[in-house]
């Protein structure tokens, strides 16, 4: 028999960065274009084999929860931005202040930037982010829900980090 682990990683971040694709490419290989992808749900779940461990992956958007049951039992949060919007990263400083008032101090903290396809538009460059990253001891990762970029290795490595923590 193998391990299983049930870890609840959150979505966090402004309206617009992609969180609902980014929920939808990891656990349904889906993405919307436009509006709302989520069709009211609060979190979807996926199941993945990491160093001989079965972990479920349950991947929480902020959707109508009240802010104590999304922040509850949370093991990692994903402080995402868009690359071509000013604005969501530098809140992201906002973002990080909430989690630290609401949640344990061993949450594992990862930086994405998503939208990474929109390379004409970027806004902040990858430099800019990974020394934020680096400044704040949070991992650091672009991606791009549209073209599937780098979604699941987000998440891999957040789980793997979980499962070094928490063994
Ligand atoms: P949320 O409000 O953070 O949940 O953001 P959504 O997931 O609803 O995405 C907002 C908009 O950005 C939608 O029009 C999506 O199609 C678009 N979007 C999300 N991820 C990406 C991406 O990686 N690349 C591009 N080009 N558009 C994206």
Not at 14 to 24: A, H, P, R, T, W
Not at 90 to 100: G, K
Not at 121 to 144: D, V
Request: some cysteine.
């Amino acid at each position: 028999m193998m391990n299983q682990h049930l870890f609840k990683i959150i979505l966090i971040g402004d309206s617009g960065v992609g969180k609902s694709n980014i929920l939808s490419r990891f656990c349904r290989d889906e993405f919307t274009i436009g509006s709302k992808s989520t069709i009211g749900v609060e979190f979807a779940t996926k199941n993945l084999e990491i160093d001989n461990c079965v972990v479920t992956a349950q991947v929480w958007e902020k959707y109508r929860a009240i802010t104590n049951t999304f922040y509850r039992g949370a093991k990692a949060a994903l402080l995402i931005y868009s690359i071509e919007d000013r604005e969501s990263f530098d809140n992201i400083q906002q973002w990080l202040s909430e989690l630290e008032k609401l949640s344990p101090s061993n949450v594992v903290l990862m930086l994405v930037g998503n939208k990474n396809d929109l390379e004409e538009s970027r806004a902040i460059s990858f430099e800019e982010a990974a020394k934020f990253a680096n400044e704040n001891g949070i991992l650091f990762l672009e991606t791009s829900a549209k073209n599937a970029t780098n979604i699941d290795k987000a998440f891999n490595s957040i789980l793997t980090e979980i499962l070094r923590i928490h063994n």
